[in-house]
């Protein structure tokens, strides 16, 4: 069966090749980061972002020998220019709520994920590709949903191709994907 | 990049075996026919449907050599189990307009879309796969749309997994891809 974030994974490891430099945005609990980590080799880089250091911590604890592929951000992925180099073949986006060790949710925000989206795509060198995986069943979701979607729906069809990937017939509103190619052609 | 009918051939030339037995649900002027007797090979078959003579004639021609892998039948594809065995790995629906040498448009219409669905599926076996591609943007689309996904989403999550694919940067209403697929468990 064909679930929403393994045909995210298959997708970026069809995608990413060693030595590329590619992006967790979201790094959360770190798995991304280690799956990133494997797939860009000992010669690629993952940048991490994430705005918790206890996200940092329990990334690195995670990542093991792999950490030394890996750069950890303490950071708003939003300022993702100002760390990672020109010319990503990939960035990771899993939106919604961070793990947190209080029971205080922190949850990725519209302005700062669309910030970063968009950061991310003129990171993105051609044939790159951007994933996000979009929650919308808590408190603030649809609200980042729309401006994400808002967001993608007017990107230039001649640069970019955005598709949709989504499980229907689910309840309790699971996750949508969306993948975000970056063509090889240039705009006139 | 990765448009909606490639993403759905390379799913098929996934499922599909030599020796499958498979059906096009709506031959039109049988380039999915020619595909799909392509993958199933001599050993397989193909049962494709359409209420158009003409369609038959177009599909013949244009299957050559590879005819004799294939039954075209002249008839609704909501009768589809008067024709085909159990037991089928694949099934594909291109809704929307019929090919038509007159200029009056022959459409796909919703009652018969969701009988010939609910039909295929009882057909497919453990593992098989449906595809649909959704075109909305003429006269009687959106109420076929409604219809098709108001069938699909309710479909028991146990028994079958309803993926929805869609470009959604593309103007002018592109058609988007339901992609059913039935589990190996068995319900509860």
Redesign the interface.
């Known amino acids: 069966?064909?679930?929403i974030l393994p045909h995210s994974k298959q997708l970026l490891t069809e995608m990413i090749s060693e030595g590329d430099i590619v992006v967790d945005a979201t790094m959360g609990n770190g798995n991304d980061t280690f799956f990133l980590a494997q797939a860009v080799g000992s010669s690629g880089k993952v940048y991490a972002f994430d705005i918790q250091q206890q996200a940092l911590d329990a990334t690195k604890e995670r990542l093991g020998k792999l950490y030394s592929r890996t750069e950890l951000i303490l950071d708003s992925h939003a300022r993702i220019k100002q760390y990672v180099p020109d010319g990503i073949s990939a960035a990771v986006f899993n939106l919604g709520f961070l793990p947190n060790q209080n029971d205080h949710a922190v949850i990725t925000k519209p302005d700062t994920t669309v910030q970063a989206l968009k950061a991310a795509l003129q990171l993105l060198k051609p044939g790159g590709v951007i994933t996000v995986a979009v929650y919308d069943g808590h408190p603030g979701g649809p609200e980042e949903r729309d401006a994400v979607?808002e967001f993608?729906?007017?990107?230039?069809?001649k640069l970019?191709?955005?598709?949709?990937?989504?499980?229907?017939?689910?309840?309790n509103h699971p996750p949508f994907l969306?993948?975000i190619?970056k063509?090889n052609r240039r705009a006139r």
Chains 1, 2 share one sequence.
């Open positions: 069966m064909r679930r979607l993608v729906q007017q990107l230039n069809a970019f191709q955005v598709v949709r990937y989504e499980v229907v017939n689910q309840q969306l993948i190619e063509t």
